[in-house]
């Protein structure tokens, strides 16, 4: 605690706001900055790389600051670091005394309202953590949207990947220390707060809940929410359960290494959404990305979705569909804003203009004549009276102060129409006063000004004060270096007038748009759940034009868990390179091994599988000719090395933790797919692990399983299990070059060709050469026994494997002078080396 006696009374104010606020940053309104002390000076002078100064404040105290109207893009980098802001405001007038001030805002990385900060096109969840008898439950929202949801009955592996895919920026825990959740926090870099209140109070929001355990999880998040942000929230939704036995589990693994929505390497392309995402609006695009990181595994809603696809596959309508979309706005943030009473005229005039939309959709929709497409056509509002009223209401052009007038069209009140006239009239009553005294004076250049302290007055320069005589009226106000100032009884009479006219327009103005911004707030439900309408439209359409753009087709179900794929292709891959399809047939319970040189295309053909069978769940088209697919409850991945150094594990450590979660969790109907598993050990180590993890797929687990390899060794496991598939990629060898065909064929592939790889990368001839003979050996002696690696790294250098005439005949060679000898001694030479060969 610092001795706050010593400070100004302005920062002993600051002191007792930072208490309470101890773990935020605290921007201190000062006039027209936002001014943060102490160690808040110094922690965001480096993060937004502004200057640092300091104050004298009783003692100097270290002070940084950025103006207000410019706090956003300071706002966001902030909360983007984790962050969290307090904003206190001057909440009394200036002028008596030390301003008040309070906290009105608080902004953490889950509770963002503001426009301008949050990506578009992804959630920003926040969520709470509730630990119950049987497991966690759950409850997350994005207060910006308004949307709410609850998980229950997660162990704690489904927890972290729902908090990852889900990509939640804050958590909210109940007397909760759990290490593993801690650390898996800390790496992820979410913003953790204990909070304890979790009674049922906002009734309404949890009334689609039955469980009192589900009441109080999903309480703690909005008491929290409620009692913290300091804002209104009426637009939040009834929470809803989600199960999570509908929903395929996806690892948090598998989201990374399939890239589905974000890349590994930061390049956009890379990823499968940026090429499905032909969204025209923010809550589509956001719809979408749900979509994606949740594949179902309830057929019925399946097909569901793959019916709306079709329907939308009609060509004729999309361009007016998409034409109408492109001008509508983020409702569900629109709505937040507005209901958070954060909204401008801004926010309502591009509401406005969203519904002006509506029709249009409606049309467009209508046109398609396809009952899916009507049902949804008639469950949409128009919201006419409402847009009829903003429409009436508020000019195109608005300003985003709500304060200073110039929102409200003419003709819409009358009475503003009024007081609008008077103040304008008011300056041309101006003008011809002032043309009036100066005729009545003679004095040309006599001026009309205008100060706070007393408004309007008369301006006569010094040479010119004996013209004035007494008769006029004017009354001496203030003598300054050159000239005189004065006011009439006049003057004064309609500055009133003037002066009170502008300032009661706007304030009828803003009396107007509250009107305006309370008539919205009574559509709030049939708002959002026509954003949530367009969403789907959205969504649905851009699918159905990504099927046609990219022939992507229907896939079918089966129940017998056969997967029969003809022509499949990579999505993403595909539009990088001219690609090579393939076929994928598998039996119930088969485990491929695939063998193949470096860069033939395992890894691609395992991701393309695992990727078709994310979309197909996800109720998408696929990228082939025909697609049968069995439902799989989970998909699991070990691909790539994703090394962990952060969180001090080892690349062959990550790779036994995330085989261990396919292996503890996987069930028969689950696919698994294995990447080179074992590669970050020694080679008999590596492969012992590999065929037992086989092994314990095959008889235990039951798992469709592909498991590429760079031990052939492995690929005689199919001999012994009977569920064991080989199969290869084909490779040419063209005169020591390889040509990769992409073909994924049955049987094991007869040698790796990592030499030949390593010539494709320009490895030193030598190197490659050394290589080669090294192999030979390698292949020779492993024939009859044991290969120690160790032992023949210490084998003798070069000169020592090379035969004895071999030796003689390089000797030979390399002491030939070609300098002293004619093209015939050559010849001679030659014919004489070659005679040393045939004798060999
Ligand atoms: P591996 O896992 O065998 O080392 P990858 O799957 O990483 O090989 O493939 C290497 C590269 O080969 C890919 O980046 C891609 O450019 C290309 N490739 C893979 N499969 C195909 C295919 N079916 N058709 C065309 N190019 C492909």
């Not at 309202?113 to 509730?130: Q, R």
């Not at 195109?396 to 110039?406: T, W």
């Not at 056969?562 to 399809?581: G, L």
């Amino acid at each position: 605690m610092k001795d706050t006696q010593k400070y100004t009374p302005m920062m002993q104010q600051y002191l007792r706001i930072k208490e309470d606020y101890a773990d935020a940053i605290v921007f201190f309104r000062l006039g027209d900055f936002y001014e943060m002390f102490f160690d808040d000076a110094i922690v965001a002078s480096k993060v937004l790389e502004i200057a640092l100064t300091s104050r004298d404040a009783g003692e100097k105290v270290p002070m940084c600051g950025i103006p207000y109207h410019a706090s956003k893009v300071y706002i966001q980098k902030l909360i983007q670091k984790g962050f969290k802001i307090a904003i206190a405001e001057q909440v009394t007038e200036p002028g008596k005394g030390l301003v008040e001030r309070q906290v009105v805002k608080f902004i953490t990385p889950g509770m963002i309202l503001e426009d301008g900060i949050l990506d578009a096109s992804s959630y920003n969840f926040i969520g709470a953590i509730y630990q119950t008898e049987y497991g966690y439950i759950l409850s997350y929202a994005d207060i910006s949207t308004g949307d709410t949801f609850l998980l229950d009955g997660l162990n704690k592996d489904n927890l972290l990947s729902e908090v990852k895919n889900l990509n939640i920026r804050e958590i909210i825990l109940k007397n909760l220390s759990d290490k593993q959740l801690m650390n898996f926090f800390k790496n992820e870099n979410i913003v953790v707060s204990e909070f304890k209140n979790d009674e049922i109070i906002y009734q309404p929001l949890l009334k689609n809940l039955n469980e009192k355990v589900q009441k109080e999880a999903a309480s703690l998040l909005l008491n929290y929410l409620f009692e913290e942000s300091k804002q209104e929230l009426r637009h939040l939704l009834p929470f809803t359960e989600t199960k999570i036995k509908n929903f395929m589990h996806l690892d948090h693994h598998v989201l990374e290494h399939l890239e589905l929505v974000e890349s590994m390497s930061g390049n956009p392309k890379s990823t499968l959404l940026y090429w499905l995402d032909q969204t025209k609006t923010a809550m589509g695009s956001r719809l979408l990305r749900y979509f994606l990181t949740h594949p179902l595994t309830d057929i019925k809603e399946i097909e569901s979705r793959l019916n709306y696809i079709e329907a939308f596959q009609i060509y004729e309508p999309r361009q007016a569909l998409e034409d109408a979309l492109r001008e509508v706005y983020d409702i569900n943030r629109l709505v937040g804003r507005i209901a958070s009473l954060n909204a401008n005229a801004r926010d309502l005039v591009q509401l406005k203009n969203t519904l002006k939309q509506v029709p249009k959709i409606k049309e467009a929709l209508n046109s398609y004549q396809h009952p899916l497409l009507d049902e949804l056509n008639h469950s949409m509002d128009n919201h006419d009276t409402l847009f009829e009223l903003l429409d009436n209401a508020l000019k195109e052009d608005v300003p985003i102060s709500v304060k200073e007038g110039g929102m409200i069209k003419e003709g819409f009140n009358q009475e503003l129409d009024e007081l609008r006239m008077l103040s304008e009239h008011g300056e041309s009553w101006l003008n011809d006063y002032l043309e009036t005294q100066k005729e009545l004076t003679g004095i040309k250049n006599l001026k009309i000004g205008y100060n706070r302290v007393f408004g309007y007055f008369i301006e006569v320069s010094k040479g010119n004060i004996p013209l004035i005589k007494d008769e006029y009226g004017y009354i001496r106000k203030q003598t300054l270096a050159n000239n005189e100032r004065y006011i009439t009884e006049e003057l004064k009479t309609y500055e009133d007038k003037i002066l009170n006219a502008k300032a009661k327009a706007e304030k009828l103005e803003y009396d107007i748009f509250v009107e305006l911004r309370n008539e919205t707030n009574q559509n709030l439900s049939s708002l959002l759940a026509l954003s949530q309408n367009i969403a789907k439209i959205d969504t649905f359409l851009s699918l159905a034009k990504v099927a046609d753009m990219y022939r992507y087709v229907r896939p079918r179900f089966n129940q017998h868990h056969y997967v029969e794929i003809e022509s499949a292709r990579h999505p993403v891959v595909e539009r990088h390179v001219e690609f090579v399809s393939n076929h994928i047939t598998m039996k119930p319970n088969e485990i491929f091994i695939l063998t193949g040189p470096n860069m033939s295309g395992k890894s691609t053909y395992m991701r393309m599988f695992a990727i078709m069978v994310v979309m197909a769940q996800t109720g998408m088209f696929v990228p082939a000719s025909k697609a049968d697919l069995p439902i799989y409850d989970a998909i699991f991945t070990r691909i790539g090395s994703s090394d962990d150094i952060a969180g001090g594990k080892s690349t062959f450590m990550v790779e036994m933790v995330e085989a261990n979660e396919a292996l503890q969790h996987a069930t028969s109907k689950s696919l698994i797919l294995f990447d080179e598993i074992g590669r970050g050990t020694a080679t008999y180590d590596g492969m012992a692990l590999a065929q037992g993890m086989i092994e314990y797929i095959h008889n235990d687990i039951k798992a469709q399983t592909l498991f590429s390899t760079h031990y052939h060794e492995l690929t005689k496991l199919s001999e012994e299990l009977e569920h064991v598939t080989n199969l290869h990629v084909k490779a040419k060898e063209n005169k020591d070059q390889m040509v990769f065909l992409y073909q994924i064929e049955r049987g094991p592939s007869d040698k790796s060709y990592g030499i030949q790889v390593a010539a494709l990368a320009n490895l030193p001839e030598k190197i490659i050469k050394r290589s080669k003979q090294i192999l030979k050996i390698l292949e020779k002696e492993s024939q009859y026994n044991q290969v120690d690696l160790f032992t023949l790294m210490e084998e003798p250098e070069i000169e020592y494997l090379i035969p004895n005439d071999v030796k003689q005949l390089i000797e030979e060679i390399s002491n030939i002078d070609t300098d002293q000898m004619t093209p015939i001694d050559a010849l001679i030479k030659l014919k004489y080396l070659q005679n040393l060969l045939k004798k060999k």
